[in-house]
């Protein structure tokens, strides 16, 4: 019983009673408290590491590059990842982005034709008590075959479970008198309550793993994997997870990264937009790193990023793992024969041909209606269940090209995109939602991150607008956002407390690029911002007037 008496829990809206009693109960506690006690000083340690090498970046002015260190790993060429399950090995479409608190989306996307679903409880959804409990009975309903009119567990896409990143805290649950790390909070409770009922029904566990940014990160979660398969008495190997690689200092590591899975190994993914936004988060203040107008000039045709995409498909087709490509973020619109229907169809359709091309084994979609149209894309252009004999040797990749940005200004309308995007994804986090629709796309944290980086950077270097020469700075920024604001109230009515937030929201937003330092990551920012915590308190108030504390 001394685990449970470390252990602290918030109580969640009464309205969340019965999904909170099954999942916490004396087993799943122990466990958790288990797993946290075991693991959180490491944690810390990455964290730490992250910090130290970002203060050696800046003060040495050095660049990555494949390390020396690590030469007897990659002159082996002998080692491969083991080999995945059956139901792994043909994954061409996926629905990505899907928070799994939206029940009717989960059931559809259940229901539909896609391989695998990323079951996301990090970009795609905001991390309040309500959705996570909402999102992890949900995934426990599913594997339990609870839900009607939808596939059992063992026909129904695979889910790939996407626990946060190691930069977030569950701030309802303390263990030994200190918050625990979100993604352990996550991964604990999918894998106790879930982990042998996917297994038998050959549907898992599986996992992608995001904003990991070297291979000492991977250790850690391989040595998490296998204390889980220990505890919870499943084989080794079991459990197998998706790497997104969307960090530039993680990609002069996906070889070491794939060796440190390589028994838990599912391969790894590309991610555009975090991606991107991490060259700015590791050098943004250095001039050589200026990331021109991402609406204009940033694709996957651009030489840092499609030498980052064929550098991945090379070194995960080498050793055997999958590689994945990113998500189609766009929607599409309605009636299949209008021209605004076409004209996005088409620009899926060719983006998502380079990455085929490239050699990719599977992407990801949003819409649910593309996701037929784009696994007849990868029937027309590919044969059998992967691509994972397309080896790449015509591949060889630098460090300049993943080093070097590509040509280009700044836009008046990518300025105001990006600050449009910046904005309504904090109001939608301050009103519990990971992700919105703007302009025909679906937007979530990475999309932020990227939009935030952008105009945080072009202050910083007072970039130059190519439409009339004026200079980006915060007040030209705090006026485009006054516009915006405008429109937006103009557009919402009488919803008072609505435009209430969204003034909120582009003060947070004002407040994160004028900062002198680079705040790391935008959902750190909000999940330890007083409104955000404050708001859930709210929230929960509204539901249950005795003491929140639930000591155990």
């Known amino acids: 019983m001394a685990a449970l008496r470390s252990v602290e829990l918030e109580r969640p809206p009464q309205a969340l009673k019965e999904e909170f009693d099954t999942l916490f109960n004396d087993q799943s506690l122990r466990f958790l408290a288990e797993l946290v006690s075991t693991f959180e000083e490491e944690v810390e340690q990455i964290l730490n590491r992250r910090i130290a090498r970002k203060v050696h970046l800046n003060l040495t002015g050095e660049l990555p590059n494949f390390s020396e260190d690590t030469a007897h790993i990659l002159s082996d060429k002998s080692w491969r990842v083991h080999p995945v399950p059956k139901r792994l090995q043909r994954r ?278 593309l996701i037929e149209p784009m696994q007849r894309l990868f029937q027309m252009h590919t044969s059998g269940e992967n691509q994972l004999l397309v080896l790449r040797d015509d591949v060889s990749v630098t460090s300049a090209d993943l080093l070097t940005m590509p040509a280009g200004g700044v836009t008046l309308y990518g300025l105001k995109y990006n600050i449009a995007v910046g904005i309504l994804f904090i109001e939608a986090w301050l009103t519990g939602r990971g992700h919105f629709f703007y302009q025909g796309q679906v937007e979530d944290s990475a999309t932020a991150e990227i939009s935030r980086s952008q105009v945080w950077q072009w202050i910083r270097h007072r970039a130059r607008l190519e439409d009339d020469e004026r200079v980006v700075t915060r007040g030209l920024v705090r006026s485009l956002a006054q516009e915006l604001l405008g429109e937006l109230k103009a557009h919402r009515g009488r919803d008072f407390r609505g435009r209430e937030t969204l003034l909120t929201a582009a003060h947070m937003f004002l407040e994160v690029v004028q900062r002198r330092d680079f705040p790391e990551f935008l959902t750190t920012y909000l999940n330890l911002d007083h409104m955000f915590l404050s708001s859930q308190d709210a929230h929960r108030q509204l539901e249950a007037k005795d003491s929140l504390n639930h000591k155990l």
Not at 338 to 358: F, M, N
């Open 92 to 369: 061409h479409v996926d629905i990505g982005d899907l928070s799994p608190c939206n029940t009717e989306r989960f059931k559809l996307g259940l229901s539909s034709p896609a391989q695998g679903i990323q079951v996301d409880f990090d970009d795609g959804n905001c991390p309040t008590y309500y959705n996570q409990i909402k999102g992890l009975y949900n995934v426990y309903k599913v594997v339990r075959n609870q839900f009607p009119d939808v596939p059992p567990i063992s026909r129904a896409p695979l889910l790939m479970l996407r626990p946060r990143a190691w930069n977030m805290v569950e701030h309802n649950m303390m263990v030994n008198g200190k918050e625990v790390p979100g993604p352990l909070f996550d991964f604990g409770l999918l894998m106790f309550h879930n982990g042998k009922l996917l297994l038998q029904n050959n549907s898992g566990p599986f996992f992608y793993l995001s904003k990991i940014e070297c291979y000492k990160e991977a250790r850690l979660w391989n040595k998490i994997f296998l204390w889980a398969e220990e505890k919870l008495d499943l084989p080794f190997g079991c459990i197998k997870a998706t790497v997104l690689i969307e960090n530039i200092l993680a990609t002069f590591e996906m070889e070491e990264i794939l060796y440190e899975l390589r028994q838990h190994s599912a391969g790894l993914n590309c991610g555009i937009w975090d991606y991107s936004a991490s060259f700015v988060n590791k050098f943004g203040h250095r001039p050589a790193f200026l990331l021109p107008d991402r609406s204009k000039y940033v694709n996957m045709e651009k030489r840092f990023l499609k030498s980052y995409m064929d550098l991945l498909v090379q070194t995960c087709h080498r050793r055997g793992a999958l590689a994945t490509g990113g998500m189609a973020a766009q929607l599409l619109p309605q009636g299949k024969d209008s021209a605004p229907y076409r004209r996005v169809l088409a620009t899926v359709t060719r983006l998502k041909l380079l990455e085929i091309q490239a050699g990719v084994d599977g992407f990801m979609v949003y819409d649910l209606d």
